[in-house]
């Protein structure tokens, strides 16, 4: 939960907005997907990135937030020069399979947050929909 704290303090400014932001990760049920995070899923690169990411994607990729981002960043270079998509190509996609809105904490929290079972069912979800 301190991580989790930490991670939401710069961006929520109170106790009510915090809840909303960390539903993404106390919630099991499926997301509740903005507008943005819809529009990013429904991209024509999207089932690519949230492909290779789910092909990749190992547990120990998110013991903690470092490692993950590791993971992230190789990910996005490696999309980014096989396919030629921009960061925000890749990353908006993912956000959005994992959160639910293309806002919050970064994704190398995100995923030590949920878990690799927990992406997985995420992205498993956001692919086959």
Known sequence: LDILVDALRAETTSLETLADAAAFCLLDSPLVLTAEA????????????LDACAAQLRPEDVRSAEEANQFFTQLRREIKARHGLTGRQVMFPLRAALTGTLVGPCLGVVATLLGSQRCRERLDRARNS
């Open 38 to 49: 819809q529009e990013a899923l429904a991209a024509p690169w999207a089932q690519l990135v």
